[in-house]
């Protein structure tokens, strides 16, 4: 396995060697020039060895929203190798918006002082090409935060110019072997808008986050059949990252067996579980005052790192652009299960359909399409021309149509 990360490694340096911006200038003072950027030079993008083997090459991983809250929990995972693999040196590019900078040069100093042997440089800027600049992993974090009461059109309001901007700079100057992860909410839409101002990218390189969902939900079926969360598998998160979302364990297995027969209890999946699931990250806002961090951050984590590195035959919900199976229009990014062999992800298909399951994936499939409707000013017209003439389909009927192949 180890062989094999380090031929992907150096098949990756070689693909990235035709972008306009090389590592070595990307790291250079001279570039950072303007008011309010600053770096930590790097030492160097060779091929270390350390801790008795081969390190890969240096790969360049940007996080936006890097002063803030759940940055604070993840850059030290991600340093640290938890995400990418302890063999794989890093520089980490951290953006953050100008007001924040002061922040920001503190993150980098505890960043520093952690000593980090992986992390082979830091760029820290609200520069977006700058910050983007050579990126292979994009970590799509910084949004305005949702605030108690705050209903979720005004906050895709308020995010979508930010996405699009950092789309258009990400096909500008990021690494050709890109790969994005949205984590700011809306999520979803907000991943649909990136990948449209992207056209460089195939969108199916856009990911947006409905793993803190997946792990809420595997814990409460854990707590409930009083056994260890490992144990607890095939959860589903189908749609949107919202409220609308729909947490499915109808192929979900405890120990091996069907789960719903193991807790053998239908209220309490559909009274307790389900409305939890969904509301969890206002329960969590109304409790502390903020919004969820370590939670997100690990979920970040645990997604990237099974995408990454393969997670084998286990189960994994991500928001992805949809080809129109199980009667979701093609273009919206809805969240559904995949399999993660390492480097991509592959959807798991013609799973069976219930009626319940149908109406509630519908319900956050028409969410979906409002949100997308409501941003179409920022998509341009050759990347919705494709998405605006999709199929509207509901779930129940070309979603068991799907199913039944």
């Known amino acids: 396995m180890s062989s094999l990360r380090h031929i992907r490694g150096l098949f990756r340096q070689f693909v990235n060697n035709s972008c306009s911006i090389k590592q070595d200038r990307v790291l250079s003072n001279s570039n950072y020039s303007s008011h309010g950027n600053f770096i930590v030079p790097s030492r160097g993008v060779q091929i270390y060895k350390g801790s008795g083997k081969d390190w890969l090459p240096t790969l360049h991983v940007a996080v936006t929203g890097a002063a803030g809250q759940i940055a604070y929990s ?41 000593a980090f042997p992986l992390v082979q440089g830091i760029v ?138 193991v807790i053998n209890d239908e209220k309490w999946i559909r009274e307790v579980m389900i409305p939890k699931v969904q509301q969890r990250g206002a329960e969590v806002i109304k409790a502390r005052g903020a919004s969820s961090a370590a939670s997100a951050a690990a979920a970040v984590v645990d997604h990237m790192r099974d995408y990454w590195h393969g997670a084998g035959d286990r189960w994994c919900s991500v928001g992805i652009p ?39 994936m519908e319900k956050s499939r028409k969410e979906l399409v409002e949100e997308r409707d409501a941003v179409r000013h920022l998509i341009p017209k050759e990347f919705g021309e494709k998405m605006y003439t999709a199929k509207k389909n509901a779930v129940t009927g070309a979603g068991k149509k799907a199913a039944s192949k």
């Open 322 to 360: 949809s080809d129109g199976t199980y009667g979701i229009d093609e273009g919206l990014w809805y969240s559904v299960p995949v399999m993660c062999p390492g480097g991509h992800y592959r959807r798991i298909l013609n799973l069976p359909i219930e009626e319940f399951s149908a109406s509630m």
């Open 124 to 261: 820290a800027t609200d520069d977006l090409r700058k910050g983007f600049a050579d990126v292979s992993v994009a970590l799509l974090v910084g949004a305005k935060p949702r605030s108690q009461g705050m209903e979720r059109k005004d906050l895709l309001s308020s995010n979508a110019n930010i996405f699009a901007e950092q789309g258009k700079a990400l096909n500008e100057v990021a690494a050709n072997d890109l790969r994005v992860f949205v984590v700011g909410n809306p999520a979803n839409t907000n991943a649909l808008i990136c990948a449209a101002n992207a056209p460089r990218f195939n969108p199916e390189r856009f990911m947006s986050m409905t793993r803190l969902d997946q792990n809420r939900t595997q814990y409460m079926l854990a707590e409930k059949a009083g056994c260890k969360i490992p144990e607890v598998d095939r959860v589903i998160v189908w749609g949107n990252h919202s409220s609308t979302q729909y947490p499915d364990i109808t192929h979900a297995r405890i120990k091996g067996e069907s789960a719903r027969k």
């Open 74 to 114: 993840l850059l030290p995972r991600i340093a640290n190798g938890e995400m990418l693999g302890e063999d794989q040196p890093i520089v980490l590019h951290l953006l953050e918006v100008p007001q924040a900078l002061s922040k920001l040069e503190g993150v980098v100093m505890e960043l520093q002082d952690c």
